[in-house]
């Protein structure tokens, strides 16, 4: 059965950095377009990155633009997500997704079930 498996979530300072992984099993995702998503409380869910299946394109959240940089390793099955001067506007459960993104938005057929990135001021 195929599955995501987030981690590298925790309580940061503002300003600090963390570094999400959301690791495979179960079948390879390296054919797959893969993101991250976020949801806090009381909100909807939102993109905040994508990356094709080969890492030559990428796509970003206006909100996370030039703080977080996503990234694969295929050999590893593994997406990560690394992110900087997180701000107190970046609480939230983290998701990682494996899906189809071509033309239009990113479109998830297989989810993780998050991990929690938490900011402190």
């Known amino acids: 059965q195929a599955r995501l498996v987030e981690s590298g979530g925790g309580l940061v300072q503002a300003g600090g950095s963390l570094r999400l992984s959301c690791a495979a099993s179960g079948r390879s995702f390296s054919s797959n377009a893969m993101a991250w998503f976020r949801q806090a409380p009381g909100k909807e869910r939102e993109f905040v990155a994508a990356i094709s299946w080969s890492g030559a394109r990428t796509q970003y959240a206006d909100a996370v633009k030039g703080r977080f940089t996503i990234s694969r390793d295929n050999a590893k099955n593994t997406v990560y997500l690394q992110m900087n001067n997180l701000k107190a506007s970046d609480p939230a459960l983290y998701y990682c997704?494996?899906?189809?993104?071509?033309?239009?938005?990113?479109?998830?057929?297989?989810w993780g079930q998050g991990t929690q990135v938490t900011v402190s001021s």
């Open positions: 997704a494996a899906g189809r993104w071509s033309s239009g938005p990113f479109s998830g057929d297989y």
